[in-house]
C-alpha cells in the first residue's frame, strides 16, 4: 500500500497529543475519526477542534473553506469498532503503557481490513514490542510526533526489523501530506533520536535538582540563556507533562529492573500530588494565573 491508498485515518486517544494529530490530518485532507473511552476527553477534543479552526480562519492562517472542509473530514466516537473498521491507516495515541498498547493493537488487528497500516505514537516503546499480538507485524510501526502536534513539524518514524520498506514509505509519506518533516530511523532503539539527546539533559537537570545544586528556575535560565534551548528541562517538563515522565520512568524500570532509571523523587513527588503541568494548571511552574 503506497500513499495513495491512504484516504481513511483513525486516531485512537483524544488526549492532547491525539487530538492534535486528527487535527493534522484532517486539515491535510485526510478522513479521520478520532476515537477515546473517556467521553469528557473525546468532548474536549471536539470542542478544541470548533475552537482551533475558526481561529486558524481569524489568523489569516486557513481560509473559511478549507477551515469548513477539514472539520467535515473529522468526527469523533467512543467506538472503536466504528472508528477503526475502514482505516487505512491507525495511530495509536494512549497513555505510554505496554500492556494497554498491546490489547489496543490486538483489538486493531481484529477490526481494521488485512492492509491497514497500524502506527504508534510512542516515545519510548519500540513496535517489536507491540507487532507480535498481530497478524501484520510487517504493517506495524513507531510514527511518534512531537508536541504540541499542530506545531512540531518532526516526526520520528522508526523502522524495526519486522517492518517493511513499503510500510515505512508509506507512513513518511503521509508524514509529508501532514505538512509535517519526517526522519527514518533504520533501527530500533529506546528513545529514539530526540528523546534520547533530551532525556540526557532532563535527566541531569533532575539530579542538579534533587541534590540541592540549583532552583529549577535557574537551571532553566542557564540551559536557555547558555545553551539557546527555546525552554528549559523544567519548562519542558511541564509541557509533555510530568505524569508520561512518570510512567515512562517506570515503565522502563519495571522492565528492566535497573534502579536507574527510577523517576525522579521530585518527578514522585509530583505525580502524588498531581501536578502534572499545564495540563493541571500546575507542574514546576504555575498556570492558574
Not at 16 to 40: P, R, S, W, Y
Not at 110 to 123: D, E, G, V
Request: charged content about 25%; aromatic content about 8%.
Amino acid at each position: 500500500m503506497g500513499i495513495i491508498d491512504v484516504k481513511s485515518i483513525c486516531v485512537v486517544g483524544a488526549g492532547n497529543m491525539g487530538h492534535q494529530i486528527a487535527l493534522c490530518a484532517a486539515i491535510a485532507g485526510f478522513k479521520v475519526t478520532c476515537t477515546d473511552i473517556n467521553q469528557e476527553v473525546l468532548q474536549k477534543a471536539e470542542k478544541f477542534a470548533d475552537t482551533y479552526l475558526p481561529e486558524r480562519v481569524a489568523k489569516g492562517k486557513l481560509s473559511e473553506d478549507d477551515a469548513t472542509a477539514a472539520r467535515a473530514r473529522l468526527s469523533f466516537t467512543g467506538d472503536l469498532t466504528e472508528a477503526a473498521k475502514d482505516a487505512d491507516l491507525v495511530i495509536e495515541a494512549v497513555l505510554e503503557k505496554l500492556d494497554l498498547k498491546r490489547q489496543i493493537f490486538a483489538q486493531l488487528d481484529k477490526i481494521c481490513p488485512a492492509h491497514t497500516i497500524l502506527a504508534t505514537n510512542s516515545s519510548y516503546i519500540v513496535s517489536s514490542k507491540i507487532a507480535d499480538v498481530t497478524g501484520r507485524p510487517e504493517k506495524v510501526c513507531n510514527m511518534h510526533f512531537f508536541n504540541p502536534a499542530l506545531v512540531m513539524k518532526l516526526v520520528e518514524v522508526v523502522k524495526g526489523p519486522h517492518v517493511s520498506d513499503e510500510t515505512a514509505q508509506t507512513v513518511m509519506e503521509v508524514c509529508r501530506k501532514m505538512g509535517k518533516t519526517p526522519v527514518l530511523l533504520k533501527k530500533e532503539i529506546y528513545g529514539f533520536l530526540v528523546n534520547r539527546i533530551v532525556s540526557a539533559i532532563k535527566n541531569e537537570a533532575l539530579y542538579l535538582y534533587d541534590m540541592g545544586i540549583a532552583s529549577y528556575e535557574d537551571i532553566d535560565t542557564a540551559v536557555v540563556l547558555a545553551l539557546g534551548h527555546p525552554m528549559g528541562p523544567f519548562r519542558l517538563l511541564d509541557l509533555t507533562g510530568i505524569d508520561l515522565t512518570y510512567y515512562i520512568s517506570m515503565e522502563r524500570y519495571q522492565e528492566t529492573g535497573d534502579p536507574r532509571y527510577k523517576p525522579s523523587p521530585i518527578i514522585v513527588e509530583k505525580f502524588l500530588k498531581k501536578e502534572w503541568g499545564r495540563k493541571t494548571g500546575k507542574g514546576f511552574y504555575d498556570y492558574t494565573k
